[in-house]
């Protein structure tokens, strides 16, 4: 499976953004709106390759390609702001794990265990004696593994289990940077996000659209690339975090710009370089929205990244049940409001109970941190 976002893509990864600062959540829930039509605009350009059709572009880039860079400038704001909310270490990690990882070893599990015996060519007993079986597992860790033994091997586009996952690692490493670039007095940690930001727009530009390589460095399963494409998106969303430019943010003005300048976006590296400034101005500002409109729907809780997660692998399932040969809008259609249906029982099974037990887990870490720290002390202390 390709890691290139432009093939059968993710959100990123993204769309397992850390738990919103609290003014994320009840006054400006556009973000919650912004994550679900990103979640199911990639369900809808996965069902264009899936079904053997070209991906419909939008702004100059694949639409799938676009709802990651959605989620990344998203998640880049709302997890800066958690951690300028709250500048500590242990419940940064803590809130990100419980974000991100509940559902990632759900899907993962659900996939192996459930679809795969289903959807396999060879019999059970092969399947499950299969050494690839248990190496699909490796998603959990993060690193990226896109085949089941002989399941989807008769597709349009055949044996990727779940493309989605790619963007989880990227991800990940964004969460990783945000304390160390966030971890200082407030000057320094803006002039530190704002080397990364140049440096990261630089490389991303240079790497990914002028002079890509023909053999990509591979890190834990993820190409560098694939982590400099989607990067300086999360970046430009932690600017916008540390400089509280939301409040200077206007979604008529920013969707004018962004039409205006639809004409350059079709070059590859022009294109880019204005999608890097306009799309997190335009993100910001509709996320920045208060719709109280919506307060009964997501007030409920967040399904997009279980949509996110589930949509490629129900998109699989259908062309393997229903037969290739189907159009993408039919395959959209049928797929939707089955993910939809799995992200929420994710959400209500596993995801919104893991958060809840975020204080228990935050005591418990914290004192077995204490417990090392003090085990070490006292070792290194001895004569």
């Known amino acids: 499976m390709p890691s290139n976002p432009d093939a059968p893509s993710s959100p990123g990864g993204a769309a397992g953004d850390g738990v919103p600062h609290p003014q994320a959540r009840g006054r400006n829930n556009g973000f919650d709106l912004l994550r679900f039509v990103a979640a199911s605009a990639v369900i809808f350009g996965h069902a264009h390759p899936l079904t053997g059709h070209r991906t419909p572009e939008?702004?100059?880039?694949?639409?799938?390609?676009?709802?990651?860079?959605?989620?990344?400038v998203t998640?880049?704001?709302?997890v800066a702001r958690s951690w300028l909310a709250e500048p500590r270490l242990m419940p940064f990690i803590v809130k990100r794990f419980l974000r991100i990882m509940p559902g990632l070893i759900l899907v993962v599990v659900f996939s192996a265990l459930v679809v795969g015996p289903l959807a396999t060519s060879l019999s059970l007993g092969d399947y499950f004696a299969s050494s690839a079986m248990l190496t699909y597992l490796k998603n959990i860790l993060l690193f990226p593994v896109f085949m089941l033994p002989?399941?989807?091997?008769?597709?349009?586009?055949?044996?990727?289990?779940?493309?989605?996952?790619?963007?989880?690692?990227?991800e990940v490493v964004m969460y990783v940077l945000t304390p160390l670039l966030l971890g200082y007095q407030a000057r320094k940690?803006?002039?530190?996000?704002?080397?990364?930001?140049?440096?990261?727009?630089?490389?991303?530009?240079?790497?990914?659209?002028?002079?890509?390589?023909?053999?990509?460095?591979?890190?834990w399963g993820t190409g560098v690339t694939t982590v400099l494409e989607p990067a300086p998106f999360f970046l430009i969303g932690m600017i916008f975090a540390v400089?509280?430019?939301?409040?200077?943010?206007?979604?008529?003005?920013?969707?004018?710009?962004?039409?205006?300048?639809?004409?350059?976006?079709?070059?590859?590296?022009?294109?880019?370089?204005?999608?890097?400034?306009?799309?997190?101005?335009?993100?910001?500002?509709?996320?920045?929205?208060?719709?109280?409109?919506?307060?009964?729907?997501?007030?409920?809780?967040?399904?997009?990244?279980?949509?996110?997660?589930?949509?490629?692998?129900?998109?699989?399932?259908?062309?393997?049940?229903?037969?290739?040969?189907?159009?993408p809008m039919f395959n959209f259609i049928v797929s939707f409001p089955i993910a939809v249906a799995l992200a929420m029982a994710s959400w209500v099974l596993v995801e919104r109970p893991a958060l809840a037990m975020k204080g228990r887990v935050q005591r418990f870490a914290g004192a077995s941190w204490a417990r090392l720290a003090s085990f070490r002390a006292n070792r290194e202390g001895r004569p």
């Open 58 to 72: 939008w702004l100059g880039s694949h639409i799938g390609t676009i709802a990651v860079k959605i989620f990344f």
């Open 75 to 78: 998640s880049g704001f709302l």
């Open 150 to 170: 002989g399941v989807f091997v008769d597709n349009t586009y055949p044996v990727a289990v779940n493309g989605s996952l790619w963007s989880l690692p990227a």
């Open 189 to 219: 940690a803006a002039v530190l996000v704002w080397l990364a930001t140049i440096a990261g727009v630089f490389l991303s530009l240079y790497l990914v659209r002028m002079h890509p390589p023909a053999t990509p460095t591979m890190i």
């Open 243 to 327: 400089h509280r430019l939301d409040t200077m943010a206007r979604p008529l003005a920013s969707l004018v710009m962004v039409l205006m300048a639809a004409r350059w976006l079709s070059h590859p590296v022009v294109g880019e370089a204005v999608l890097l400034v306009l799309l997190p101005y335009a993100v910001i500002s509709f996320g920045a929205l208060r719709l109280a409109f919506l307060d009964p729907i997501f007030k409920r809780g967040d399904v997009s990244y279980g949509i996110y997660l589930y949509g490629f692998v129900v998109q699989q399932m259908v062309v393997h049940v229903l037969g290739n040969g189907r159009s």
